[in-house]
């Protein structure tokens, strides 16, 4: 079979998940596929949305949330971080044959990299690179990010969220502390430059040829784009029932959600407020105390 290198030509989050969705059920090649997103918080497909990002640092430097369609954990992306994408015929899921490469490719630069029990690969103790993976009848799609050069503050603070206000059967993330290649590599170097660099080595290591899509691909992904993956529905109404606890106006507060709407609240004391009854069937959003301040 042959191989393809594709540079994706899209920077937004939600065309580059659907660019994946895309080449899973619609192409047969083994791909490789790079992309970098603008800024954005990017969640595992099991994931509680409300539950994994926060919501004041996004809405302030206006970063979107997107879910992709892989399991695994919360991640933040920004243009100092390349995605490396492997979509392949396969009966079984083999990490190590985008890990590998990755690896050989980062010891190139003098690092030493190794990958821990949860498939990451960690530099001088810190990760570097996270995996997430999807199958899909015979079509499995595994992918990696890359930090290179990505704003660590950014990162954190997009992150920053107190999970212990959340309880439901859905996937949490368990953050871990990262670095960037440009900041240990002892080498000065460019993006654009290491880019190409992660470029040609992936092309010599696959014996890939270059891959291009069609118009009328570029149009339905985008249409793809536009119909799901940007969607309320899909990137929080896709988030497994929960409920949130807090504390409002001087009142316990316990809300149930099902599909990203409010079915019931239950208040500390109890009280006559209008406000909580005004919750009942509306859509949940963060900050609460936004949602609250709405209803008054």
């Known amino acids: 079979m042959n191989h393809y290198i594709l540079l994706s030509p899209f920077r ?20 490789i596929l790079l992309y970098i997103n603008s800024s954005s ?7 509680n949305a409300y539950a994994e990002a926060n919501f004041d640092f996004l809405q302030k430097h206006q970063i979107p949330l997107a879910r992709r369609i892989s399991g695994g954990g919360t991640v933040y992306h920004d243009e100092g971080n390349l995605n490396i994408s492997l979509i392949m015929n396969a009966q079984r ?16 630069l003098g ?3 190794y990958v821990n029990y949860k498939n990451d690969i960690i530099v001088e103790n810190k990760k570097i690179t996270g995996t997430a993976a999807h199958i ?27 999970r212990k206000k959340f309880e439901g059967n859905f996937v ?37 040829k270059t891959m291009n ?28 029932s929960f409920i949130y606890s807090d504390v409002c106006n001087g009142y316990s507060i316990q809300v149930y959600v099902n599909k990203g709407i409010i079915e019931q609240c239950i208040v500390s004391p109890p009280s006559t407020n209008e406000v909580f009854r005004k919750l009942i069937h509306k859509k949940f959003q963060m900050p609460f105390s936004k949602l609250i301040q709405e209803q008054i």
Do not use: M
């Open 12 to 31: 937004n989050p939600f065309e580059n998940v659907a660019l994946e969705y895309y080449l899973v059920h619609h192409r047969n090649e083994k791909i």
């Open 41 to 47: 918080v990017i969640i595992g497909k099991h994931q």
């Open 93 to 108: 899921l083999h990490l190590t044959e985008l890990l590998n490469p990755i690896s050989e490719f980062l010891s190139t």
């Open 111 to 113: 690092l030493n990299p």
């Open 136 to 162: 899909f009848k015979h079509r499995i799609l595994q992918h990696a990010t890359l930090l290179l050069c990505a704003n660590q503050n950014n990162l954190k603070q997009a992150l920053q969220v107190d």
């Open 172 to 208: 949490a993330s368990n953050p871990s502390a990262t670095t960037n290649v440009l900041d240990v590599i002892r080498q000065k170097i460019s993006l654009t430059e290491i880019l190409k660099q992660i470029t040609d080595f992936f092309k010599q290591w696959f014996s890939a």
């Open 213 to 240: 899509l069609t118009e009328n691909e570029i149009s339905k992904i985008k249409q793809l784009s536009l119909e799901k993956f940007s969607t309320w529905e899909w990137n929080f109404a896709y988030s497994p």
